[in-house]
């Protein structure tokens, strides 16, 4: 099985910019779809993008999308999730996961339910 790590989290201004990581290590990446999911306080944790095994397809969430880009370096067995003029809105503990299940990902890529590993969680916070 694959762990998961990510990084880069922090505080920003409105406007500003951060890429989160999401380091892979027991298995190669290469072998999972990856999503990367968000949690607010008191909130249900929700999609905001994902990529494809190869890195040629990748999917957003209409809140994110012109504003994120989703990669994968899997020579490096990495994730990343650039962002982009960040609002408020977009404060939450960010989640990278990863599935291997490529008979449903391509229907099923936005759903929690879908992702059998996931990191610990960075926390981003954008102030207004």
């Known amino acids: 099985q694959v762990q998961l790590v990510e990084s880069g989290g922090g505080l920003v201004q409105a406007g500003g910019s951060l890429r989160l990581s999401c380091a892979a290590s027991g298995r190669s990446l290469s072998s999972y779809a990856m999503g990367w999911f968000r949690q607010a306080p008191g909130k249900e944790r929700e999609f905001v993008a994902a990529?494809?095994?190869?890195?040629?397809?990748?999917y957003y969430a209409d809140s994110v999308k012109g504003r994120f880009t989703i990669s994968r370096d899997n020579a490096k067995n990495t994730g990343y999730l650039q962002m982009n003029s960040l609002k408020p809105e977009d404060t939450a503990v960010y989640y990278c996961?990863?599935?291997?299940?490529?008979?449903?990902?391509?229907?099923?890529?936005?759903?929690?339910?879908?992702?059998?590993?996931w990191g610990q969680g960075t926390q981003v916070t954008v102030s207004s």
């Open positions: 990529i494809s095994w190869s890195g040629s397809s990748s």
């Open positions: 996961a990863a599935s291997q299940f490529r008979g449903t990902w391509y229907a099923r890529k936005s759903v929690v339910a879908e992702y059998d590993y």
